[in-house]
């Protein structure tokens, strides 16, 4: 099992956001992560990456816990934000040689790697740039070349497709496919619930910080008595039609 997570409760301070969630992932899957705005998907994701200390439960990365062994434990995941976080004095090629420094990556795989990505990404002629002069979609696909250089066990990745032009999409879910092939495993929160249908081994659906449903879409369908329904049908009748539909369009 590479990502574990047991009876998680868990929040900021004293106020609990989370409550008792499990689910796990397994190696060679993308599991979609699913919910509406404040369902408690990023709370989620700010205990697996160790950012928060859950009030109770235990989240386990290749059968290790953040406290046991914390460098083992973060050189497993990479994580991709929302929303591109770079450093404004580092070009492309010195937040990649960063990169690699922090996972214990030799460079000259860092940049074997680099390369195919960057090329891939068509940002092979901007390595010597800075990030104040990237759009914002430049920024995202400078935080997927460095994600993807470390090859983890498992990738974490938070509405991977916002900002990204036709070609970035169709560069990451190649990327995303090719990884899941090779044993490694991908945590994708998303709104778009076509693509997730469409890529995602199984689902982990989210409401107001509780589990409501885990499972593969046809467990989903038999467990809700709704054959052959979509995952965006199976979605909206879990959470209530309208406020669903507001949030898929957000």
Not at 236 to 241: C, F, K, N, V
Request: glycine share 10%; proline share 3%.
């Amino acid at each position: 099992m590479v990502l574990n997570i047991e009876n998680l409760t868990g929040g900021y301070s004293r106020t609990a956001v989370i409550h008792d969630i499990s689910f796990n992932i397994k190696s060679g899957e993308i599991v979609g992560l699913i919910g509406l705005n404040g369902a408690g998907k990023s709370t989620t994701i700010k205990h697996i990456l160790g950012l928060l200390n859950p009030h109770a439960g235990h989240i386990e990365v290749n059968g290790t816990r953040i406290g046991e062994d914390t460098e083992e434990y973060r050189r497993a995941l990479a994580y991709i934000p929302e929303s591109p976080i770079l450093y404004e004095e580092l070009t492309l090629n010195e937040h990649i040689n960063m990169t690699a420094m922090a996972y214990g990556l030799d460079e000259a795989t860092a940049w074997e790697r680099a390369d195919k990505l960057l090329k891939m990404f068509r940002l092979e002629e901007k390595g010597r740039m800075f990030p104040t002069h990237f759009s914002k979609g430049m920024k995202q696909k400078v935080m997927l070349i460095c994600a993807f250089i470390v090859e983890p066990d498992l990738y974490i990745i938070d509405e991977p497709f916002l900002g990204l032009d036709p070609l970035g999409i169709e560069s990451l879910i190649e990327l995303m496919v090719s990884e899941r092939e090779d044993g490694r495993s991908i945590l994708m929160s998303t709104h778009i619930l076509s693509t997730a249908e469409r890529y995602c081994d199984r689902y982990v659906i989210l409401d107001d910080g509780k589990l409501l449903i885990s499972g593969t879409l046809d467990e989903l369908r038999t467990g809700m008595n709704m054959p052959g329904a979509s995952l965006d049908e199976l979605y909206l009748s879990l959470t209530g039609g309208a406020r669903s539909n507001e949030s898929t369009h957000s």
